[in-house]
């Protein structure tokens, strides 16, 4: 169980320090993205801030590939605790998934009860 | 079982180039191996091969007599420094300390002239020669009980150096160590055993005066 935790604090520590440059990685493609579907910007911004999370789990993709051709020593701090790149970014993948999931079902509840309280 | 780190048939190609063939070298606790050879011998590759983060065109590495089938660093037994800082900029010293050691070496660990004053700094503020004593010592503290060390005299004063090999042999009462640097007369100071790669070969030593004809101590 131990093990298990201790293990689980460096997938965290991997995570952590990539999640911020990842979710700006993100949100700028979202915005080129949104941009060239909606050049006018009609969409709501709920939805559009909705569209733009999705992106998150993208740009840790991007972040993870730049890295793999720049700075691939990093990993050793991981290895010499027997820890796989490919189970960080495993790991990374799901976490930074999960965000967008739990940030989705804020954004719907919120608007469903503006809505009902309208 | 005997605790012994065995590394056979070793072979590694860049293109058409040989840069190891056949190496073998076996490693027990109480052993402090200095790995010899000029520029582009493979000294590196052949400790990341060891390492399991390079891969061998083929090699075989024993750990405790169990063939390593993957990686031999999932192994948990192994340790390695490499040339590059490997500790995140992000965290600070103590956390590094908790994360890689524990919480309950935090006090033995900043016991130290080197470290104290810096304890509470983040690793991206930390100086090159401090960094790189912080990571030696948390390789050497660590439990695995195979430490690779790729040169770690890089970048630091005599002083500190001297502390890393006072480190280096309280380690190697429970450890097998293999370490490679250019500064060989810092490494001298410190090993029991002199491997040397020439010509994609591995040849033991008996003693630093036999690397006389290999260009060592030339001016002396």
């Given at each position: 169980?131990?093990?298990?935790?201790?293990?689980?604090?460096?997938?965290?520590?991997?995570?952590?320090?990539?999640?911020?440059?990842?979710?700006?990685?993100?949100?700028?493609?979202?915005?080129?993205?949104?941009?060239?579907?909606?050049?006018?910007?009609?969409t709501?911004?709920?939805?559009?801030?909705?569209?733009?999370?999705?992106?998150?789990?993208?740009?840790?993709?991007?972040?993870?590939?730049?890295?793999?051709?720049?700075?691939?020593?990093?990993?050793?701090?991981?290895?010499?605790?027997?820890?796989t790149?490919?189970?960080?970014?495993?790991?990374?993948?799901?976490?930074?998934?999960?965000?967008?999931?739990?940030?989705?079902?804020?954004?719907?509840?919120?608007?469903?009860?503006?809505?009902?309280?309208? | 079982?005997?605790?012994?780190?065995?590394?056979?048939?070793?072979?590694?190609?860049?293109?058409?180039?040989?840069?190891?063939?056949?190496?073998?070298?076996?490693?027990?606790?109480?052993?402090?191996?200095?790995?010899?050879?000029?520029?582009?011998?493979?000294?590196?590759?052949?400790?990341?091969?060891?390492?399991?983060?390079?891969?061998?065109?083929?090699?075989?590495?024993?750990?405790?007599?169990?063939?390593?089938?993957?990686?031999?660093?999932?192994?948990?037994?192994?340790?390695f420094?490499?040339?590059e800082?490997?500790?995140?900029?992000?965290?600070?010293?103590?956390?590094?300390?908790?994360?890689?050691?524990?919480?309950?070496?935090t006090?033995?660990?900043?016991?130290?002239?080197?470290?104290?004053?810096?304890?509470?700094?983040k690793?991206s503020?930390?100086?090159?020669?401090?960094?790189?004593?912080?990571?030696?010592?948390?390789?050497?503290?660590?439990?695995?009980?195979?430490?690779?060390?790729?040169?770690?005299?890089?970048?630091?004063?005599?002083?500190?150096?001297?502390?890393?090999?006072?480190?280096?042999?309280?380690?190697?009462?429970?450890?097998?160590?293999?370490?490679?640097?250019?500064?060989?007369?810092?490494?001298?100071?410190?090993?029991?055993?002199?491997?040397?790669?020439?010509?994609?070969?591995?040849?033991?030593?008996?003693?630093?005066?036999?690397?006389?004809?290999?260009?060592?101590?030339?001016?002396?």
């Open positions: 169980m131990l093990y298990l935790k201790n293990r689980c604090k460096f997938h965290f520590v991997f995570f952590k320090s990539r999640i911020l440059s990842a979710s700006g990685i993100g949100i700028l493609f979202g915005l080129i993205a949104q941009m060239s579907i909606d050049p006018e910007y009609q709501p911004i709920i939805q559009m801030i909705n569209k733009l999370l999705l992106f998150i789990p993208v740009g840790m993709l991007f972040k993870i590939l730049i890295e793999e051709i720049v700075n691939k020593d990093q990993y050793y701090f991981f290895y010499n605790q027997g820890i790149k490919v189970e960080l970014w495993i790991t990374s993948f799901i976490l930074s998934f999960s965000i967008y999931i739990i940030f989705n079902l804020i954004l719907t509840i919120w608007t469903r009860s503006l809505r009902l309280i309208a | 079982m005997d605790t012994q780190l065995e590394v056979d048939s070793v072979i590694k190609l860049y293109g058409e180039t040989t840069i190891l063939a056949d190496v073998y070298l076996s490693c027990v606790p109480g052993d402090i191996i200095g790995l010899f050879g000029r520029n582009g011998t493979g000294k590196s590759t052949l400790l990341k091969i060891i390492f399991g983060s390079l891969k061998g065109d083929r090699s075989c590495i024993r750990i405790n007599g169990k063939i390593q089938k993957q990686a031999a660093y999932r192994s948990g037994l192994l340790g420094l490499p040339q800082g490997y500790l995140p900029n992000n965290l600070s010293l103590a956390e590094c300390v908790e994360l890689l050691l524990g919480k309950e070496y006090k033995d660990f900043f016991a130290d002239k080197h470290l104290f004053r810096i304890r509470k700094s690793v503020e930390m100086s090159g020669g401090e960094k790189r004593y912080a990571e030696i010592k948390f390789i050497l503290w660590g439990k695995a009980p195979f430490i690779l060390l790729d040169e770690p005299f890089q970048g630091l004063s005599p002083i500190v150096s001297e502390s890393i090999r006072e480190h280096i042999k309280i380690a190697s009462q429970t450890k097998g160590i293999i370490l490679t640097d250019h500064n060989f007369r810092e490494v001298h100071k410190c090993v029991n055993r002199i491997m040397l790669l020439n010509d994609c070969y591995l040849k033991e030593l008996r003693e630093p005066n036999d690397l006389i004809p290999f260009g060592y101590y030339e001016n002396e």
